[in-house]
């Protein structure tokens, strides 16, 4: 009779992964310094290279194959008539220096933008808070690049309003108040 099959040798259970490293220092370094990296509609040139670094995010960020995915909004709904946006808003964001982020700061954010001379949010009216978490975006002229204006890492970035009112746009340039993972200690 032939021999029985040997047991299999127990198999050890994987190693735990390790925590993610939290706190440190990220050192960024480009052959020009930026001039403005904290006031986003005045973001120019190869500024934004460093808004990626400094704790800037946006309501929505590019993803594969030319989509849209969210990141300070959670998800949105075009009106059936296309006559606008609404935006529901990821809970619990505070903005480096502390105050919440919610839909007032996108209401003051996107009233600068719509204010500047920039060509973005083309056909965008106004924008309504609906509530804490809800901002509306009316459209005018509805165009299928308001998203994308949205998911731009140069102009529709979200800065705490707080900041911007107790300094002003020529210190926000250089002392920018997100909400990413990274603050700005020194510049």
């Given at each position: ?74 998800s949105w709904e075009l009106a ?40 973005i949010l083309i056909g965008v ?63």
């Amino acid at each position: 009779a032939p021999a029985p099959a040997p047991a299999p040798a127990p198999v050890p259970a994987p190693a735990p992964a390790p925590e993610p490293k939290r706190g440190g220092i990220l050192k960024v370094r480009y052959n020009k310094a930026p001039v403005n990296i904290g006031y986003p509609v005045e973001i120019v040139g190869a500024c934004h290279h460093y808004v990626a670094n400094v704790g800037l995010e946006r309501l929505l960020k590019p993803g594969e194959g030319g989509t849209i995915e969210p990141l300070l909004a959670t998800s949105w709904e075009l009106a059936p008539d296309k006559s606008s946006y609404t935006f529901h808003l990821r809970k619990g964001v505070k903005f480096h220096d502390g105050t919440d982020f919610d839909a007032q700061a996108v209401k003051y954010n996107l009233d600068i933008v719509l204010a500047s001379p920039l060509p973005i949010l083309i056909g965008v009216e106004s924008v309504d808070v609906i509530d804490d978490y809800t901002v509306r975006l009316n459209v005018s002229q509805w165009t299928n690049l308001i998203l994308q204006d949205l998911a731009n890492d140069r102009t529709c970035l979200i800065v705490s309003p707080t900041a911007l009112e107790e300094h002003d746009k020529e210190w926000a340039k250089t002392h920018p108040v997100g909400t990413g993972p990274f603050k700005i200690k020194s510049f």
